[in-house]
């Protein structure tokens, strides 16, 4: 387990450099030029050298590279050219709110798709696998802006019962926070459910057309017992690495989901960057996310281990 976990590790280096080089060198396609944009309407020549030479703008692409990469190697991401606040902070601050959305979408997903998942594998051809696939269709057609803004007006509008938009700390308030969190992280569970019930479906079905699982049937054991615990674990694999690759897409930023319910996460942060070419911001978010991944998708291997014998003995 130790050496897998050394070549994971050694792995994930050279994958995180080949991120940063391509996350620097596709910023410089964004059309505009900064320096200019953040002069204003008056573009003073002095001003905008002055901007050039304090963001290392008139140096080549390499020198600024390097200048960004030693940053992040001594744990500075850098200065939001439009905030005026190191990139790190901003993280910091923006970080909780997604990862709080991210946990409660994760938590609907886990609850609708995989219950539904089994349930559609065990009753195949049966009147609840099509409902089962009827739901999962839906998740996967509905857009996810359009859902929030149907949610919206019922739910905010029409009955009253939630807030349209906006965030309360949970440290402020526990119940208007999750007042607030409740549609963004059904909308987005919606979507994640749905591709949780696929995969569920898909894996329950290989396993209990297996062997033991026949042999397990022959010997008198419960249906039940031999769904959650002879076939349940072993199709858990997939599904684990599923839902640490959904999670990690969650951390990166639901983008039109925090637009739609004015969520300051780091979907709006990503967005608010980009228009206003905050180089430093969206290299910062986007190496961040980068990270993420790599260590989520680590987590998933190590887990599927835990969860089966086979692996930990290979």
Known sequence: MLRFLARRLALAVPTLILASMIIFA????LP???ATALTGEERDPQVIAFIREKYHLDEPLPVRYAYWAGGVLRGDLGESIRLQKPVSELIVEKLPVTLE????????ALAIGVPMGVLSAVKRGQAADTIANGVALWGLSVPNFWLGILLILLFSVELGWLPASGYVSPFESLSEN??????????????IAAVMMRHTRA???GVLGSDYVRTARAKGVSPLRVTLRHALPNAAIPIITLGALEFGQLLSGAVLTEQVFSVP????LMVDAV???DF????????CTAATYIALNLAADLLSAVVNPKLRRA
Do not use: S, Y
């Open 280 to 287: 430093a911001t969206v290299q910062g978010v986007v190496i």
């Open 32 to 34: 505009g030029d900064v």
């Open 265 to 268: 996460g780091f979907g709006k």
């Open 101 to 108: 959305l991210a946990c409660l979408a994760m938590l609907v």
């Open 275 to 277: 228009f206003n070419r």
């Open 26 to 29: 596709l910023q410089q396609l």
């Open 203 to 205: 894996a329950m079905l």
């Open 178 to 191: 999750l007042a607030a969190m409740v549609m963004p992280a059904f909308v987005l569970g919606n979507a």
